[in-house]
């Protein structure tokens, strides 16, 4: 549904987006993150038809969009941090202008309906948009980027200042819109896209440095894995036994207690498998086990390292460069 090769973006001697390339099929939540000044938002506004590029193909469904731009907006919705509303305008009256602003040719009234009750906003859409709570109004921002029933929806920030319950709600109605709709989603906060991607795409220094399912990111980070153990054994004895273990890297204690049991996050070292050998220290010490299982690297881990190792080898790079 989406191609980018070979993306380039340069102001003077600087590059926002430098080579980049990826491929985002029908019916895919993919998340794009990066940190500030990564590239995200100079890509998103190339996606979106807003920004030139200095150099590379985009297309939306099968049209370039640098070359016949408007024939591929028709293909795109978009939701900027800043939802384009006008707030003197009922809902109603809003989701109208932009259905004639699109030169939409669905059934008017049932087109808008449906909207309405997909975003969940039926009940406020005679209300003046003004007078709406922070999340009514990302739910209107949401009703008007799906006018005309694009097969790609482009979220920036869609959560940024609400509360805990719009938050939650926001992203529900996110992965409802993945069932028909390919759904790129930019967000600072890495929880949202875990919970709400099955894809995500890093970028730093306008660079892709990652393109993974979000299950499979770690895996590419390296072959440790960290363990959590509920065991019950004495606390100072049981830190130093597997501290002692030639094939842990790390282990510490938890707060998590239940009755005279601890529980210990241990990491293997890289590519030692560490399940046999806990258990023969809790056996020769007659420590109970009463809970070992793997634990998944969380995505803020994952972020970091990709981060640090892709500045690791830029810095290498230019050392090199600078040798020769």
């Not at 939306?60 to 006008?86: F, R, T």
């Not at 200042?161 to 996110?174: A, F, S, T």
């Not at 210990?264 to 560490?274: C, V």
């Not at 007659?286 to 995505?299: A, T």
Request: proline share 4%.
């Amino acid at each position: 549904m989406i191609k980018v090769a070979s993306l380039t973006k340069r102001y003077g001697s600087n590059f926002a987006l430098d080579n980049a390339s990826f491929e985002i099929g029908g019916k895919e939540i993919v998340g794009l993150l990066g940190p500030n000044g990564a590239g995200k938002s100079t890509t998103m506004n190339i996606l979106t038809g807003y920004l030139s590029a200095t150099s590379g193909e985009v297309s939306v469904g099968g049209i370039d969009i640098l070359k016949n731009p408007i024939e591929a907006k028709k293909n795109i919705g978009y939701l900027p941090e800043q939802p384009p509303l006008y707030q003197e305008m009922t809902v109603v009256e809003y989701l109208n202008f932009v259905y004639d602003l699109k030169k939409c040719k669905l059934d008017r009234h049932a087109h808008i309906d449906e909207i309405c009750e997909v975003v969940k906003i039926s009940d406020v859409k005679n209300r003046i948009i003004g007078h709406l709570s922070k999340g009514y109004k990302q739910r209107v921002g949401i009703a008007q980027a799906l006018i005309n029933d694009p097969p790609v929806l482009i979220f920036d920030e869609p959560t940024v200042g609400l509360d805990p319950k719009q938050i939650i709600e926001i992203r529900n109605l996110i992965r409802t819109l993945g069932a028909k709709h390919t759904v790129i989603l930019s967000t600072h906060i890495l929880s949202e896209v875990q919970s709400v991607c099955e894809r995500i795409i890093i970028i730093n220094k306008g660079k892709i440095i990652a393109d993974k399912k979000t299950d499979e990111l770690s895996r590419d980070i390296d072959d440790s894995v960290k363990y959590r153990l509920k065991v019950c054994a004495p606390k100072t004895e049981a830190i130093a036994a597997f501290r002692a273990n030639a094939g842990i890297a790390a282990c510490e204690l938890l707060p998590d207690r239940d009755g005279d049991s601890i529980t210990l996050s241990l990491e293997n070292k890289r590519g030692i498998d560490i399940r046999k050998s806990v258990y023969y220290v809790c056996s020769q010490n007659n420590w109970p086990i009463l809970e070992f299982s793997p634990v998944g690297m969380e995505l803020e881990d994952i972020f970091i390292r990709l981060i640090d190792r892709g500045e690791g080898g830029n810095d290498k790079k230019k050392k090199a460069r600078a040798r020769g």
